[in-house]
Structure formats: C-alpha cells, structure tokens
C-alpha cells in the first residue's frame, strides 16, 4: 500500500459526484438488451477470486481484529511515558510510575512499569490504571480472562485486578490475585486471574485498574485481558470482526500484509521468527504506520485466522527492500534473508520432522497448514535501486529447489532479460476514485493470456472516510464485476485496507471496508457489495453481450456448474433508471423465480456509520417472468445481484 492519491483521482470522485447529482432534469436512459447464453461458458472463474488483505494500520490488529483488551501490554515507552498506563491514588496513597529499562521477565521483553508505593492502605489502595483501545468494551454476563507479569520489593500484595466504569466509578468485576512468596531467579512470576460481569449495561467506558494496599515496589509486564474470542481460540480474535470476515465468503488472507512486512527500514520488517512462541518472548517491534506492534498477532496467529475462517494463506516473504529505500544487495547479503524464507514455509507447511515444523508444533499446532502461493515482497516497484528482478530470481532459484510445489508471486512485472526465473502471477494494485474506477474496468479485457497470471492484491475506490460511502460501493461494484468477466487471467483479488477503528486519532488511511470501536463494528456499502459478489458467484464465465446501456452501466454473468444458477451482477451507477431487455438462451417458454439482493442509495454520498450501521444494507426480493426474456430496470445508484435456477426453468420447459 503506497500513500499517493493522486490530485486527479480526487477532482474525478467531485466530478463525478457533481454529474450523478445534478441528472433530475434529465430524460430516462434508453433501454438497452443484455443477451446472455449460460450455456456457453468463454472462460473459468478462478476458485480463488475474493480474498482478505490486511496490515498493521488504522489499528487493523491491535486496538482492532486482536483481541486484547489492553491498550501497550508490555509497557512501550516514549519520552512521554508508557502510552496508556496512568498512576491510581486513592485515599491519600502515594505512588511513583516510570519505566525500568533494566528489569524485564525475558530477554525480549527487558523493560517494564515500575510503581514504587510510599504510603497505601485498605481505603487508598494505590496502582496502575489502562484504559484500553479508546475505552474497554464491557457486555452483560460475560467472562474475561487475564494475567500478568510481575515481581515485588516488600509485602506489597495481593494485587487486586478491577474493571470500573469511568462515569460512576462502580466496579463492574473484581478478581484478588496473590503474589507467590517465591520466585523464579530472575523474582519475575505469571499471575492468571478471570473477570465476570453481572446484568451491566454495554459500554466502552471503562477501564483496567491493578493496585496494591501496602508500601514496596512492584513491577508489572505484558498485563493482558481478554475477551471471549472467535472460535475459542486462545490469544484469538475478536468474534464480530471474524464473523464479518466470515460473511465475505473470502477463500484466502494474503498475510502479514503490505506495509508491514518491509517495514520502514529493514530493521522494522516482519521479523517473523520474533512474533512465534510464547509471548513473553515477543519483543514487538515498530509497525510502519507510526505505532508499535507487540506482535500478539504473529505469524502462528495469523495461519489459526486462516484455520477458523476455514481458508488458506498467501504467504509473503520479506525480501530485502524496506519502505524508506534501505535495500539488501542480491548475492552474499541476501542469502540470510532467502534461508529466513525457507525457514518460513517450512514452519507453515513442514511436519514435525523438520525443525520448524517441530517448533511449529511446540508452539501448539502439530498439523501443517495448507499453501499454495509464496508472495516475494511487497510493492517492490518503488526500489529506485533496481535490485528486485535479481532479488526476486535469488529468492525464486531458492524457492523452488526446496518447494517446486508452490507458485511464486512478483510484486511488479520481472521481464526474462532481468531474471531467469518467472513469476508465476503478478501483484497489481489499484487504488482509485470512483470516476477513475469506472474508466478501469476494461483494463485486463485484452490483456495477454499468456505468461504470468494477475493477482489484485491491493484495490479500492477512495472517497468516504473512515470508510466508503455508495459511490465508493459503485465503483467497486464494477470493478468486480470486470475482475470476474476476466477471471481466467485474474486468480486471485483482496481489498485494502480491511478494517479501521473509528475513534479519532485511531486511523491513518481514509477508506476502509468495516470501522468499528473497541464495541461495536459495522460494515460499509463497499462491505456489502464485497459479501454479494463473493457470495454469488460462479465457475464459470457466461458468453453475453449488451446493447444500448448508458456509461455508466456494468454487469457480470457467472453459471454455478454444481447448482445450475445463473449470477448476474447489475451496477447502474448513473442517476438515470437502465432499462434492460434480458434475453437468456435456453429458459423457453415456462415460468421462472429469480432471487434478487439490491443495494441502493439515494446519493454517492450516502453511507452507514459507527452510530448508523444499517443505512445502507443489501434489500432480497424475488423477480417473476415467464419465457427466455423479460423487461427488468435497474434503478438509478444501485447494484443488484440476481440468482436465476437454470435447472428449474429448464425443466419448466419439458
């Protein structure tokens, strides 16, 4: 994901708004004649088309998809302090807060909170407060489970662990946890303790208190509390985001995406060996959209999201050019990070044989994950060095020694002359204005079949914030619609970026697929275009041609060889009524039931919100004619996706 948008994008989305908006006077479009034969397929649909995308940015895992409730668990430090963490003084108690870069319980986490306590008592108890992603999502009858790190000077304990609402002050759930008279050598110990709420109302204001009754010195790291998570999986994810996710129908998550994994420099990359195993041994690093990471969600993490989603991984590599231009010269000093990448597919892909498998299932996941595409690099076109075609043929000539079984992914096109070895698919990405969006759509019509296949692995219309509003929903409604009429070419595709958390101060890239905060989510138009698309969609590309549609007017036919159903994707977006004659070959003379799922909107600038989550939702309705032609008319800003039962309608006609 690059930072451009371009001056001329944004005049396009304002002219395009100022033209759809200003149409009442005009006269209705002319009717047009869409002929469709499902009978004759031109080409496949890839089985891969709609994926997910994600990176570290606008809070996507922590503060967002990850659970943790805990807002800088291991006690990151600025010149301001540990962000996040407050002192707790009550009744006259006094305590001092900092951070020790001297004492931490592992090797990676070496630092930690201090909270030196000069006086406390039963009633001033004295500590640390969190509060959490922009405020802690508490629900009704619910359990939470956390734990913490910590060693003390004197009889400081117990610690007592409380969530309390921010306005009353009313702790919401209690937990006492004692510390251990002794201690491992280094007088670091784990604590567990679990939180459970009665009939309290839902709400994200609410914070994390952690105090103590008596004087001493105690130190705190990697203080977590989560939530239930999707699929029970520990150290997991958030369960409405998932089932977000879930609702897309996508078939596989290009991880760990973007950005993040070059880095800003090449210390900053995904460092994948660092984000595996237990996570006290996780030193986090510092993600490229100006915040830490503490890699919670690390490479074990991302591969289980793939398993609860019951989809597979695109798997990127890093591959020796960090973001701010730092790049690893091919030969000698690339060969570490090309061993790195061995290394890595085999901690996915190898069984307990191998060493990686085995540490794989020393980290609790015996079985291999599934893979089949190996993506080298992210965005490389933007190395002014010009190294990548030789990096790329080093990291490939590696590859596919070791695993000739994978397709490998080259993020910008890699000529013969500049590498002996080819990529097997291309990495393009779009981003763009609606006006743009709609010139692009028969970009890959003529496109050559030969050579490498093309995945779409960064697309969207840009124009809403925080997330998209219907014109957006249009232009990547037909934006799909050409990937899949050129599904043969096109193999894979994900919108970036996925998620956003709405609070301000929260994001850093406008127009995102679904915005939440730390307690509710919602998703965009553009969400609901994505679910439609993908969740509609065939094997196979219809033969069709059309006659007489406005500019602005987009379709696509796909045929579900297994259930003998008809896609069609409509997508007026003009301010004008289409009129379409449908003429579908072979349905004869009998009666036929479509179902129908509309999307639609009075204005480009309509959109659903955080506090108005349901403006704009899919609509299901039913269209009946009889023979192998009707009269239908699409409505003006709407996207309509229709499921004809061919078998049914054939057999009408017996």
Known sequence: MNTIFSLRSLVG???????????????????????IDPSQIVNPVSPTLYGLMTEEINHSYDGGLYAEMVRNRTMHGSWSGPEGWTVVQHGGSAAALEVDRTTGPSAALAESLRVKVESAGESGAVGVANSGWWGMAVRPRTTYH?????????????????????NTGAVIAKAEVPLRGSSPANGWSRYEYT????????????????????????????????????????????????????????????????????????????????????????????????YWSTDGLGLLEFLEWCEDLKIEPVLAVYAGYSLHGEHVTPGKDLEPYVQDALDEVQYVTGDTSTKWGAERAKDGHPAP?????????????????????????????????????????????????????????????????????????HHYDDAPRTGPKVFVGEWATRSGTPTPNFGDALGDAAWMASMERNSDLIVMAS????????????????????????????????YYAQCLFSAHLGDGTAKTSVNGAGPRFFYSA??????????????????????????????????????????????????????????????????????????????????????????????ATR
């Not at 994200?204 to 208190?209: A, F, P, S």
């Not at 009998?590 to 639609?600: F, M, P, Q, W, Y």
Request: proline residues 8%; without cysteine.
């Open 13 to 35: 989305a304002i002219w395009v708004g100022l033209a759809l908006g200003a149409g009442h006077a005009q006269q209705p479009a002319a009717s047009a004649t869409l002929t």
């Open 558 to 651: 796909t045929v579900s060889s297994d259930t003998h159903t008809l896609h069609l994707k409509l997508v007026n977006a003009s301010n004008l009524p289409q009129p379409l004659n449908l003429s579908i070959n072979g349905l004869g003379t009998g009666r036929h039931t479509a179902e129908v799922n509309t999307l639609h909107a009075a204005t480009f600038e309509a959109t659903n919100s955080i506090t108005n989550p349901d403006a704009i939702r899919p609509v299901v309705s039913t269209l009946r004619f009889s023979g192998a032609e009707t009269q239908h008319t699409v409505a003006p800003l709407t996207i309509e996706v229709i499921d004809l039962p061919l078998k049914l309608s054939i057999e």
């Open 495 to 526: 919108y970036a970026p996925l998620l956003v958390n709405v609070n301000p101060g929260a994001m850093q890239w406008a127009t995102d697929l679904i915005g939440y905060d730390a307690l509710n989510s919602y998703g965009s138009p553009s």
């Open 195 to 290: 939180l459970s709420t009665g009939d309290v109302t839902p709400s994200t204001r609410n914070h994390l208190e952690l105090t103590v009754s008596r004087p001493g010195t105690l130190w705190l790291q990697l203080v977590s509390l989560f939530p239930p998570t999707y699929d029970n999986t520990p150290n997991g994810n958030r369960i409405d985001l998932m089932e977000r996710l879930a609702a897309m129908h996508p078939h596989f998550l290009r991880l760990p995406g973007g950005n993040y994994l070059e880095g800003d420099r090449i210390a900053d990359r995904f460092d994948w060996k660092k984000t595996i195993g237990p996570l006290v041994d996780r030193p986090g690093h510092q993600a490229p959209w100006s």
């Open 146 to 166: 956390g734990s913490f790190y910590a060693k003390s000077e004197g009889e400081i304990g117990p610690v007592s662990v409380k969530l309390i609402n921010d």
């Open 369 to 441: 994950f599934p893979l089949h595409y190996i993506e080298i690099g992210n965005e490389d076109q933007f190395d002014k060095s010009g190294s990548y075609p030789a990096r790329f043929a080093q990291f490939a000539e590696a590859l596919h020694k070791e695993y000739p079984q994978y397709k490998l992914i080259a993020t910008t096109p890699v000529t013969e002359t500049e590498a002996a070895a080819q990529p097997d698919v291309i990495d393009d990405h779009y981003y763009k204005s609606p006006a743009d969006m709609f010139a692009l759509v």
